[in-house]
């Protein structure tokens, strides 16, 4: 490249920095608190109260009553780095999931040792327990070893019951009908 080049590469080189450097500054210099409710009010129209404009959260058989065990199993890949789910298999750095519908919570004849917020925890994981505990461990059971995120989706998480609901020698009966 000759002296003419580069003095032009410099230059559009310059001229992007700059660029970039306005769009930092005047981005810093003209921002808005973001407001609480992304929307204008219509005169005349009533918001629907549920939870600000959020859906209202249903309960697990609302999702399970269409939930299909198939799509459920592709999903649960996500849990195989940590979970076994076939009968009799071993436990993995998590338990081995194999008829976990309806058993106890931590107190499965399994050997695995849970931890003791888990153990704490009490009850059964039905329908119920285990949608909310696979949607958020941490925020079900505060303290748990599960470092597992949670699984956002309605839909996904219901797909996954119905294929946990599937994977025992007594599968309960899965609703039929939303509530």
């Given at each position: 490249m000759d002296d003419r080049?580069?003095?032009i590469a410099g230059w559009v080189l310059f001229a992007g920095i700059v660029a970039l450097g306005g769009t930092i500054v005047a981005g810093e210099y003209f921002?808005?608190?973001?407001?609480e409710k992304m929307c204008y009010p219509i005169e005349g129209v009533q918001e629907e109260s549920t939870g600000g404009g959020e859906a209202a959260e249903q309960p697990a058989p609302f999702y399970l009553?269409?939930?299909?065990?198939?799509?459920?199993?592709e999903v649960f890949k996500k849990c195989t780095a940590c979970h076994n789910a076939q009968k009799g298999g071993p436990n993995g750095t998590?338990?081995?999931l194999?008829?976990?519908?309806?058993?106890?919570?931590?107190?499965?004849?399994?050997?695995?040792?849970?931890?003791?917020?888990?153990?704490?925890k009490g009850g059964t994981w039905d329908f119920?327990?285990?949608?909310?505990?696979?949607a958020n461990p941490k925020g079900?059971?505060?303290?748990?070893?599960?470092?597992?995120?949670?699984?956002?989706?309605?839909?996904?998480?219901?797909?996954?019951?119905?294929?946990l609901n599937s994977l025992s020698d007594s599968p309960k009966p899965l609703p039929t009908a939303a509530k």
């Open positions: 080049a580069n003095t921002k808005a608190e973001r407001p009553a269409s939930a299909k065990p198939e799509l459920g199993s998590g338990p081995n194999w008829g976990v519908v309806g058993s106890p919570i931590a107190g499965r004849p399994d050997g695995f040792d849970y931890s003791s917020a888990l153990k704490g119920d327990a285990l949608n909310k505990f696979i079900a059971v505060p303290g748990t070893a599960m470092g597992f995120a949670g699984i956002p989706k309605d839909s996904e998480r219901a797909d996954v019951i119905a294929y």
